[in-house]
């Protein structure tokens, strides 16, 4: 834990009150996170992960904020990469972990099999149609989804659904239960191969 000095609470104060980034008016957590960071800064690169705008530009949400980039080359000579989503920090960094993308696959299918609509079943099959693999649990969710589920099963025959359930069948057979794989199969007439 970086420690937090009253010499640091006292620039995220004026920091606030004059209205520079990062923060919402009337808090000063940003602004003392971000003072504590540049009265700290780190031996290596920094890796800054954040959903949270205040500490985006305000013309490209994509980008880091220029103030504070400013603010932080003045303090070190360390790059500061900028990351809104844990899951592309992880792609970049560490490809060969797949842990946010199947956290995401398995949120994904888990929202499938509960789909309350044909327009989230929709959204829903383009998000998982994204991807190139799956885990057996995720197949099988997604199998359980178009076979217990009105909302999924009503249009399975539409083709952005019958290509997903097509693959799920060619792909993950083996790992699907064997009322699912009948019903996608004899009722659906989802074949491995069409």
């Known amino acids: 834990m970086l420690p937090r000095t009253e010499t640091i609470i ?35 690169d920094l890796y800054f992960v954040t959903a949270d705008s205040d500490y985006s530009s305000p013309v490209d949400p994509a980008r880091f ?19 809104t989503q844990l899951s592309r920090f992880f792609k970049e960094k560490f490809p060969t972990i797949q842990l946010a993308d199947e956290v995401e696959k398995d949120l994904l299918a888990q929202a499938l099999l509960a789909s309350g609509s044909f327009a989230e079943t929709h959204r829903l099959v383009g998000k998982l149609s994204q991807y190139s693999a799956f885990t057996p649990t995720q197949a099988a969710l997604i199998a359980e989804a178009a076979t217990t589920n009105d909302q999924v099963g009503s249009i ?8 997903l359930l097509r ?28």
């Open 65 to 83: 904020n220029e103030f504070l980039l400013a603010e932080w080359m003045g303090a070190t000579s360390k790059s500061l990469y900028y990351y």
């Open 10 to 44: 006292a620039a995220a104060r004026l920091r606030r009150e004059v209205g520079n980034p990062p923060g919402k008016s009337g808090s000063a957590g940003d602004a003392i996170n971000w003072e504590t960071i540049l009265a700290n800064p780190p031996s290596d």
């Open 156 to 163: 399975a025959s539409d083709s952005d659904v019958r290509a």
């Open 167 to 194: 693959r799920i069948v060619t792909k993950y057979a083996s790992h699907l239960g064997p009322r699912s794989l009948k019903i996608l199969r004899d009722f659906y007439g989802i074949a491995e191969q069409e």
